[in-house]
């Protein structure tokens, strides 16, 4: 399994991707209190993009994406095998959930749009995984903490 990470600076452009609404389930999993340092690089106010892609059997599966501005996981489906995508994620201050998109390959990609602390740093990875609550069939590693705040 191919893992790859791309740090996009956030444009223009990108906020009328994320104004999309296909379906993309918001869930919220167990709370954990975990804390570490802000990655080096990475401002605490910077307005930037993070994607993860989820490769099954050597092909792309799946994509998402997490903007600072606006705390929002961008989502899309790239095989049609039946499989969802799925975004975990967790916060530096002990809030984690789920963002889970369903529409399938052919659908607009989904946005699940969160409150969360623009103090705070997220961690996320993507999955895919056959239901809800199944265990994932493959997941990327985690993207380490960035800032929430854009």
Request: hydrophobic share 40%; charged share 20%; net charge negative.
């Amino acid at each position: 399994m191919k893992i790859r990470f791309a740090a996009l600076a956030a444009v223009a452009g990108l906020s009328g991707a994320l104004a999309l609404s296909a379906p993309a389930q918001a869930a919220r999993g167990a709370e954990a209190d975990v804390q570490v340092a802000q990655p080096a690089g990475v401002s605490a106010l910077a307005d930037y993009t993070l994607c993860a892609t989820i490769y099954t059997n050597g092909t792309a599966a799946g994509r998402g994406c997490f903007s600072s501005y606006g705390d929002k996981f961008t989502m899309d489906d790239y095989k049609s095998d039946g499989l969802r995508v799925v975004a975990e994620w967790y916060t530096d201050y002990g809030r984690s959930g789920e963002c889970h998109y369903t529409a399938g390959a052919d659908a607009d990609p989904g946005v699940c749009n969160y409150d969360m602390r623009e103090d705070g740093r997220v961690n996320f990875r993507v999955a895919v995984r056959n239901g809800s609550d199944a265990a994932n069939s493959a997941a990327t590693s985690w993207s380490g903490y960035v800032p929430i705040g854009g």
